[in-house]
């Protein structure tokens, strides 16, 4: 079974530009959550989608946004960059039912300059 | 309180010896507790995780042991190899949610 896919895996942005950022979760898997990884906050959780719907948002401004597709693919968009949002974008996909694990695609490494 | 406090941030073992990594939690409402590995480069890779209502699991030479009055829980890796070499991220996550807390991380290394 295929992992979870995330492209592209390195993008270079400069500030105030918007970037998009894209997820394939395991097949079969219909939850699709975001993480965010520096060096300083460490792993943060970003939104939660389940079905084409957000179910969980953690504490990010409205810039970071994202959606589902009917395939359960998901995409994430960062408008008006900023230097702070330089990092290791991560995407987990699960089943959805509680307590079943999140596994974890390899990131996009995202570079603001 | 959502915080989950890990410790130490770095770690040095020998080959053969073992290895414990901390963590401690406040959200009493968390009932799943999964352990993750990451090596540069890469994603976080489930290693073991554990529910509130064992106090132990084993998983070859990864054990975690669960203490829910002291709200800590521990990650042991019996008979280290250089391999074992990475970052360890403990989490927690309550319900239904998929919302991970993560630690901050501690980088093992596990000397020859």
């Known amino acids: 079974k295929a992992g979870v896919t995330q492209t592209p895996r390195y993008l270079i942005k400069t500030r105030g530009q918007q970037v998009t950022l894209s997820c394939s979760p395991i097949s079969g898997h219909r939850s699709v959550s975001w993480y965010q990884q520096t060096p300083g906050q460490g792993l943060q959780f970003l939104f939660e989608?389940?079905?084409?719907?957000?179910?969980n948002k953690g504490n990010f401004p409205g810039r970071f946004s994202g959606r589902q597709f009917s395939n359960s693919r998901s995409e994430m968009n960062v408008s008006t960059l900023e230097l702070g949002d330089s990092a290791l974008y991560l995407c987990a996909s699960s089943s959805g039912t509680a307590g079943q694990p999140q596994h974890f695609g390899d990131g996009t490494r995202l570079s603001i300059l | 309180q959502q915080q989950v406090k890990q410790s130490p941030q770095s770690l040095i073992v020998q080959k053969g010896g073992i290895s414990i990594i901390n963590c401690a939690y406040e959200?009493?409402?968390?009932?799943?507790f999964p352990w993750y590995q990451q090596f540069p480069g890469k994603g976080p890779a489930l290693l073991i995780a554990?529910?509130?209502?064992?106090s132990e699991k084993k998983e070859g030479r990864f054990t975690i042991s669960f203490n829910k009055s002291a709200k800590q829980f521990s990650l042991h890796i019996m008979d280290s190899q250089p391999g074992d070499s990475a970052t360890y991220f403990c989490a927690a996550s309550r319900g239904s949610a998929r919302q991970l807390t993560f630690g901050s991380g501690t980088q093992l290394t596990v000397l020859p």
């Open positions: 959200n009493t409402a968390f009932d799943y």
């Open positions: 554990i529910r509130p209502d064992v």
């Open positions: 989608y389940f079905s084409e719907t957000q179910r």
